[in-house]
T-cell receptor, first 115, second 117 residues
Framework: AQSVTQLGSHVSVSEGALVLLRCNYSSSVPPYLFWYVQYPNQGLQLLLKYTSAATLVKGINGFEAEFKKSETSFHLTKPSAHMSDAAEYFCAVSDQGEYGNKLVFGAGTILRVKS | DTEVTQTPKHLVMGMTNKKSLKCEQHMGHRAMYWYKQKAKKPPELMFVYSYEKLSINESVPSRFSPECPNSSLLNLHLHALQPEDSALYLC????????????????FGPGTRLLVL
Protein backbone atom coordinates (compact mmCIF):
# COMPACT_ATOMS: atom_id res chain seq x y z
CA ALA A 1 0.00 0.00 0.00
CA GLN A 2 1.08 3.53 -0.70
CA SER A 3 1.84 5.99 2.10
CA VAL A 4 3.19 9.48 2.71
CA THR A 5 5.25 10.95 5.52
CA GLN A 6 5.25 14.64 6.33
CA LEU A 7 8.36 15.83 8.12
CA GLY A 8 7.62 18.43 10.76
CA SER A 9 4.23 18.75 12.41
CA HIS A 10 4.75 22.52 12.79
CA VAL A 11 6.64 24.97 10.59
CA SER A 12 7.05 28.63 11.42
CA VAL A 13 8.24 31.25 8.90
CA SER A 14 8.33 35.02 8.76
CA GLU A 15 6.13 36.89 6.36
CA GLY A 16 7.96 37.16 3.04
CA ALA A 17 10.19 34.16 3.71
CA LEU A 18 10.35 30.93 1.76
CA VAL A 19 7.85 28.25 2.69
CA LEU A 20 9.04 24.64 2.48
CA LEU A 21 6.79 21.80 3.62
CA ARG A 22 8.21 18.32 3.26
CA CYS A 23 6.50 15.18 2.04
CA ASN A 24 8.02 11.81 1.21
CA TYR A 25 6.05 9.02 -0.38
CA SER A 26 6.26 5.27 -0.48
CA SER A 27 4.83 3.67 -3.58
CA SER A 28 5.62 0.65 -5.72
CA VAL A 29 4.02 2.24 -8.77
CA PRO A 30 4.13 5.79 -10.16
CA PRO A 31 2.03 7.66 -7.62
CA TYR A 32 -0.71 10.24 -7.79
CA LEU A 33 0.24 12.85 -5.19
CA PHE A 34 -1.76 15.72 -3.78
CA TRP A 35 -1.34 18.69 -1.49
CA TYR A 36 -4.44 19.95 0.30
CA VAL A 37 -4.78 22.96 2.59
CA GLN A 38 -7.18 23.26 5.49
CA TYR A 39 -7.91 26.64 7.03
CA PRO A 40 -9.26 26.70 10.58
CA ASN A 41 -12.76 25.25 10.87
CA GLN A 42 -12.98 24.58 7.15
CA GLY A 43 -12.82 21.65 4.75
CA LEU A 44 -9.88 20.64 2.57
CA GLN A 45 -9.00 22.60 -0.55
CA LEU A 46 -6.82 21.17 -3.30
CA LEU A 47 -3.60 23.12 -3.78
CA LEU A 48 -2.04 20.99 -6.49
CA LYS A 49 -1.76 17.47 -7.87
CA TYR A 50 0.97 15.39 -9.49
CA THR A 51 -0.06 13.03 -12.27
CA SER A 52 3.30 12.37 -13.98
CA ALA A 53 2.68 14.93 -16.76
CA ALA A 54 5.37 17.24 -15.36
CA THR A 55 7.69 16.99 -12.37
CA LEU A 56 7.18 20.64 -11.36
CA VAL A 57 3.55 21.26 -10.53
CA LYS A 58 2.15 24.72 -10.04
CA GLY A 59 -0.87 25.18 -7.85
CA ILE A 60 -3.08 27.87 -6.50
CA ASN A 61 -2.03 30.79 -4.27
CA GLY A 62 1.56 30.75 -5.57
CA PHE A 63 2.40 27.27 -4.32
CA GLU A 64 4.30 24.69 -6.30
CA ALA A 65 5.74 21.24 -5.70
CA GLU A 66 8.45 19.23 -7.36
CA PHE A 67 8.27 15.47 -7.80
CA LYS A 68 11.66 13.85 -7.27
CA LYS A 69 11.62 10.13 -7.88
CA SER A 70 15.22 9.63 -6.75
CA GLU A 71 14.38 11.14 -3.38
CA THR A 72 10.77 9.85 -3.25
CA SER A 73 9.77 13.40 -2.35
CA PHE A 74 7.04 15.86 -3.24
CA HIS A 75 7.87 18.94 -1.19
CA LEU A 76 5.62 22.00 -1.27
CA THR A 77 7.16 25.45 -1.66
CA LYS A 78 6.16 29.08 -1.93
CA PRO A 79 8.74 31.83 -2.49
CA SER A 80 7.19 34.39 -0.18
CA ALA A 81 4.85 33.60 2.70
CA HIS A 82 1.74 35.66 3.38
CA MET A 83 -0.14 35.85 6.64
CA SER A 84 -3.09 34.28 4.85
CA ASP A 85 -1.03 31.09 4.23
CA ALA A 86 -1.32 30.14 7.89
CA ALA A 87 -3.19 26.82 7.82
CA GLU A 88 -2.69 23.08 8.01
CA TYR A 89 -1.30 21.35 4.95
CA PHE A 90 -1.81 17.69 4.09
CA CYS A 91 0.14 15.65 1.60
CA ALA A 92 -1.78 12.66 0.23
CA VAL A 93 -1.26 9.75 -2.15
CA SER A 94 -3.88 7.82 -4.08
CA ASP A 95 -3.65 4.22 -2.94
CA GLN A 96 -3.57 2.04 -6.05
CA GLY A 97 -3.35 -1.25 -4.23
CA GLU A 98 -6.48 -3.06 -3.21
CA TYR A 99 -8.67 -0.02 -3.38
CA GLY A 100 -10.01 2.31 -5.98
CA ASN A 101 -9.74 6.02 -5.41
CA LYS A 102 -8.60 5.93 -1.79
CA LEU A 103 -6.59 8.88 -0.50
CA VAL A 104 -3.97 8.16 2.12
CA PHE A 105 -3.09 11.33 4.03
CA GLY A 106 0.05 12.33 5.85
CA ALA A 107 -0.21 13.53 9.44
CA GLY A 108 -0.31 17.16 8.39
CA THR A 109 1.91 20.20 8.89
CA ILE A 110 0.66 23.34 10.59
CA LEU A 111 2.18 26.43 9.01
CA ARG A 112 2.53 29.52 11.15
CA VAL A 113 3.44 32.84 9.52
CA LYS A 114 4.96 35.51 11.74
CA SER A 115 4.64 39.20 11.01
CA ASP B 1 -19.14 24.75 -10.05
CA THR B 2 -16.76 22.66 -7.94
CA GLU B 3 -18.69 23.00 -4.73
CA VAL B 4 -19.70 20.40 -2.20
CA THR B 5 -22.11 21.70 0.42
CA GLN B 6 -22.76 20.27 3.87
CA THR B 7 -25.42 20.98 6.45
CA PRO B 8 -25.53 21.72 9.26
CA LYS B 9 -22.24 23.47 9.95
CA HIS B 10 -22.40 22.66 13.63
CA LEU B 11 -24.34 20.03 15.53
CA VAL B 12 -24.61 19.27 19.23
CA MET B 13 -26.39 16.08 20.21
CA GLY B 14 -26.89 13.88 23.22
CA MET B 15 -26.00 10.23 23.25
CA THR B 16 -29.64 9.19 22.89
CA ASN B 17 -30.44 11.53 20.01
CA LYS B 18 -30.90 10.70 16.34
CA LYS B 19 -29.62 13.23 13.85
CA SER B 20 -28.53 13.36 10.22
CA LEU B 21 -25.78 15.09 8.29
CA LYS B 22 -26.39 16.10 4.71
CA CYS B 23 -24.02 16.49 1.78
CA GLU B 24 -24.84 17.71 -1.70
CA GLN B 25 -22.93 18.11 -4.97
CA HIS B 26 -24.16 19.16 -8.40
CA MET B 27 -21.03 18.41 -10.40
CA GLY B 28 -22.34 15.11 -11.75
CA HIS B 29 -19.77 13.19 -9.73
CA ARG B 30 -20.35 9.46 -9.40
CA ALA B 31 -18.37 8.79 -6.23
CA MET B 32 -19.11 10.34 -2.84
CA TYR B 33 -17.26 9.91 0.44
CA TRP B 34 -17.64 10.42 4.18
CA TYR B 35 -14.55 11.18 6.26
CA LYS B 36 -14.11 11.70 9.99
CA GLN B 37 -11.44 14.12 11.20
CA LYS B 38 -10.42 14.38 14.84
CA ALA B 39 -8.58 17.47 16.05
CA LYS B 40 -4.97 17.72 14.85
CA LYS B 41 -5.35 14.55 12.76
CA PRO B 42 -5.78 13.85 9.06
CA PRO B 43 -9.16 12.80 7.67
CA GLU B 44 -10.04 9.11 7.98
CA LEU B 45 -12.19 7.46 5.35
CA MET B 46 -15.52 6.07 6.62
CA PHE B 47 -17.67 5.25 3.59
CA VAL B 48 -17.59 5.42 -0.19
CA TYR B 49 -20.57 5.40 -2.53
CA SER B 50 -20.37 4.77 -6.29
CA TYR B 51 -23.47 5.15 -8.44
CA GLU B 52 -25.49 5.50 -5.23
CA LYS B 53 -24.34 2.09 -3.99
CA LEU B 54 -22.11 1.52 -0.98
CA SER B 55 -18.67 0.49 -2.20
CA ILE B 56 -16.55 0.79 0.93
CA ASN B 57 -17.31 0.64 4.64
CA GLU B 58 -14.11 1.06 6.62
CA SER B 59 -15.36 -0.99 9.57
CA VAL B 60 -17.40 1.90 10.89
CA PRO B 61 -19.66 1.20 13.91
CA SER B 62 -23.34 0.69 13.08
CA ARG B 63 -24.31 3.82 14.98
CA PHE B 64 -23.24 5.58 11.78
CA SER B 65 -25.58 4.78 8.89
CA PRO B 66 -24.92 6.25 5.44
CA GLU B 67 -27.53 6.73 2.77
CA CYS B 68 -27.33 7.89 -0.84
CA PRO B 69 -30.88 8.73 -2.01
CA ASN B 70 -29.73 10.01 -5.41
CA SER B 71 -26.59 10.87 -7.33
CA SER B 72 -26.34 14.35 -5.82
CA LEU B 73 -27.14 13.69 -2.18
CA LEU B 74 -25.37 11.81 0.59
CA ASN B 75 -26.63 11.52 4.14
CA LEU B 76 -25.06 10.24 7.33
CA HIS B 77 -27.56 9.15 9.96
CA LEU B 78 -26.35 9.25 13.54
CA HIS B 79 -27.82 7.30 16.46
CA ALA B 80 -26.60 6.54 19.97
CA LEU B 81 -23.26 8.22 19.43
CA GLN B 82 -20.51 8.37 22.02
CA PRO B 83 -18.55 11.45 23.13
CA GLU B 84 -15.50 10.09 21.29
CA ASP B 85 -17.45 10.45 18.05
CA SER B 86 -17.14 14.22 18.38
CA ALA B 87 -15.21 15.35 15.30
CA LEU B 88 -15.38 17.21 12.01
CA TYR B 89 -17.28 15.15 9.44
CA LEU B 90 -16.24 15.84 5.88
CA CYS B 91 -17.98 14.90 2.68
CA UNK B 92 -16.16 14.66 -0.64
CA UNK B 93 -16.92 13.72 -4.22
CA UNK B 94 -14.94 12.73 -7.32
CA UNK B 95 -15.93 12.44 -10.98
CA UNK B 96 -15.84 8.73 -11.73
CA UNK B 97 -16.92 5.64 -9.87
CA UNK B 98 -14.72 4.50 -7.03
CA UNK B 99 -13.01 1.58 -8.74
CA UNK B 100 -12.12 3.38 -11.97
CA UNK B 101 -11.33 6.78 -10.54
CA UNK B 102 -7.85 6.10 -9.16
CA UNK B 103 -5.88 9.30 -8.91
CA UNK B 104 -8.85 11.60 -9.36
CA UNK B 105 -9.15 14.72 -7.28
CA UNK B 106 -11.58 14.52 -4.41
CA UNK B 107 -13.49 17.75 -3.77
CA PHE B 108 -14.29 18.37 -0.13
CA GLY B 109 -17.12 20.19 1.54
CA PRO B 110 -16.65 22.53 4.51
CA GLY B 111 -17.60 19.86 7.03
CA THR B 112 -20.00 19.50 9.94
CA ARG B 113 -18.52 20.03 13.39
CA LEU B 114 -20.21 17.47 15.65
CA LEU B 115 -20.18 17.55 19.44
CA VAL B 116 -21.65 14.61 21.33
CA LEU B 117 -22.49 15.28 24.96
Amino acid sequence: AQSVTQLGSHVSVSEGALVLLRCNYSSSVPPYLFWYVQYPNQGLQLLLKYTSAATLVKGINGFEAEFKKSETSFHLTKPSAHMSDAAEYFCAVSDQGEYGNKLVFGAGTILRVKS
Amino acid sequence: DTEVTQTPKHLVMGMTNKKSLKCEQHMGHRAMYWYKQKAKKPPELMFVYSYEKLSINESVPSRFSPECPNSSLLNLHLHALQPEDSALYLCASSPNPWASGVGETQYFGPGTRLLVL
